[in-house]
């Protein structure tokens, strides 16, 4: 049965060139710039697991999900055909619909890469919202993000440590912060999709209630993910270092003000002008400029803790010179007879 909507139909920017650097956050970017240098290595990945993982993964698809076509799920195909168009993809990526009660939703595959929808999210969400969402896959799609991610896990597990030395847990603790990064840049991919930033925060805030939007106030969403990322004292800051330890997606409401920060800092309108990187230039990016960038993002963020690590590390160093203090009066002049002696 064909699927039809009542909403109106919106007049949509075509981003024609746009390199997927245009949606990437600085930090993401950073990353990717400098593994996008690594000629041949993605290839060789892609040959030695593409047959192996991908062909295996689809064939579970094929036999337990629904795959999106022009017959099935037609909304569904629609708005994945609209989301190419908007973001100019050379290619269109299998889309399959799993049932699953999660409300999640997953990109897959090397070579081809594969969309994967969670049945929860399509219950739930209406056409402009699961526009969000495919056009967020999309995004993790066209940055090559299961690439990637995919070649770095092969260097761990294979022994390849970049950096001598350096504990594996500490290079795998730096691989989830670079994943938790990649969902804010598939958040703005798709936001570009949708170009409706309020379908955008319902999403979030959608996920985050799982799906009580009728008794949500947007302003006070919104507040929620300034009060967590801003406010709190150091007892804070650690705890909220110590909950991201294992995540891989940041937490819903703070993905819902990272995203209206972007639209707030221009970036986003200045895109949807044509202000925004070809991928004809793509070859000729500078990393020493995205690492400039992300390393200005991580400064910032730095900076928004720093009063509070600053006060933790004033109050150790005062408890510190305390004790010494103490232990030198106690115990100095006994010592100091002994190194008489």
């Given at each position: 049965?064909?699927?039809?909507?009542?909403?109106?139909?919106?007049?949509?920017?075509?981003?024609?060139?746009?390199?997927?650097r245009?949606?990437?956050?600085?930090?993401?970017?950073?990353?990717?710039?400098?593994?996008?240098?690594?000629?041949?290595?993605?290839?060789?990945?892609?040959?030695?697991?593409?047959?192996?993982?991908?062909?295996?993964?689809?064939?579970?698809?094929?036999?337990?999900?629904?795959r999106?076509?022009?017959?099935?799920?037609?909304r569904?195909?629609?708005?994945l055909?609209?989301?190419?168009e908007?973001l100019?993809?050379?290619?269109?990526?299998?889309?399959?619909?799993?049932?699953n009660?999660?409300?999640?939703?997953?990109?897959?595959?090397?070579?081809?890469?594969?969309?994967?929808v969670?049945?929860?999210?399509v219950?739930?969400?209406?056409?402009e919202?699961?526009?969000?969402?495919?056009g967020?896959?999309l995004?993790?799609?066209?940055?090559?993000?299961a690439?990637?991610?995919?070649?770095?896990?092969t260097?761990?597990?294979?022994?390849?440590?970049?950096?001598?030395?350096v504990?594996?847990?500490?290079?795998?603790a730096?691989?989830?912060?670079?994943?938790?990064k990649?969902?804010l840049?598939?958040?703005?991919?798709?936001?570009?999709?949708?170009?409706?930033p309020?379908?955008a925060?319902?999403v979030?805030?959608q996920?985050?209630?799982?799906?009580h939007?009728?008794?949500?106030?947007?302003?006070?969403?919104?507040?929620?993910?300034?009060?967590?990322?801003?406010?709190?004292?150091?007892?804070?800051?650690?705890?909220?270092?110590?909950?991201?330890?294992?995540?891989?997606?940041?937490?819903?409401v703070?993905?819902?003000a990272?995203?209206r920060?972007?639209?707030?800092?221009?970036?986003?309108t200045?895109?949807l002008?044509?202000?925004?990187?070809?991928?004809?230039?793509?070859a000729?990016?500078?990393?020493?400029?995205?690492?400039?960038?992300?390393?200005?993002?991580?400064?910032?963020?730095?900076?928004?803790?720093?009063?509070?690590?600053?006060?933790?590390?004033?109050?150790?160093?005062?408890?510190?010179?305390?004790?010494?203090?103490?232990?030198?009066?106690?115990f100095?002049?006994?010592?100091?007879?002994?190194?008489?002696q």
């Amino acid at each position: 049965m064909t699927e039809s909507s009542n909403q109106p139909v919106r007049h949509r920017v075509t981003l024609t060139g746009v390199s997927s650097r245009a949606w990437e956050h600085p930090a993401d970017r950073g990353a990717l710039t400098a593994l996008r240098k690594l000629k041949g290595f993605d290839t060789l990945l892609k040959f030695l697991n593409g047959f192996r993982v991908q062909r295996g993964v689809r064939l579970q698809l094929l036999g337990g999900a629904v795959r999106v076509d022009e017959r099935q799920f037609p909304r569904l195909h629609r708005l994945l055909l609209e989301s190419c168009e908007t973001l100019d993809a050379d290619r269109v990526p299998e889309l399959f619909v799993s049932a699953n009660p999660l409300l999640g939703a997953v990109t897959i595959g090397l070579d081809k890469p594969i969309i994967v929808v969670n049945s929860a999210l399509v219950d739930l969400l209406d056409e402009e919202e699961m526009r969000f969402v495919i056009g967020h896959e999309l995004g993790h799609a066209l940055s090559g993000h299961a690439v990637y991610r995919t070649m770095l896990d092969t260097l761990l597990r294979l022994g390849f440590i970049p950096l001598a030395g350096v504990p594996i847990r500490l290079i795998r603790a730096a691989l989830l912060e670079w994943q938790r990064k990649a969902e804010l840049s598939a958040d703005r991919a798709g936001l570009l999709a949708t170009q409706d930033p309020a379908t955008a925060t319902r999403v979030h805030m959608q996920l985050a209630s799982g799906g009580h939007l009728e008794e949500l106030d947007t302003t006070s969403f919104i507040a929620q993910g300034q009060e967590y990322d801003e406010g709190g004292d150091v007892r804070e800051v650690l705890t909220k270092l110590s909950l991201l330890q294992s995540q891989t997606h940041p937490f819903a409401v703070v993905r819902a003000a990272e995203l209206r920060r972007w639209v707030d800092s221009g970036e986003y309108t200045a895109l949807l002008g044509g202000d925004y990187p070809r991928r004809e230039d793509d070859a000729d990016a500078s990393m020493s400029q995205a690492a400039s960038e992300a390393a200005r993002s991580y400064s910032d963020a730095f900076r928004k803790a720093g009063d509070a690590l600053g006060r933790i590390v004033q109050d150790t160093a005062g408890v510190a010179g305390s004790v010494r203090g103490w232990f030198d009066e106690t115990f100095g002049g006994g010592s100091d007879s002994k190194r008489g002696q």
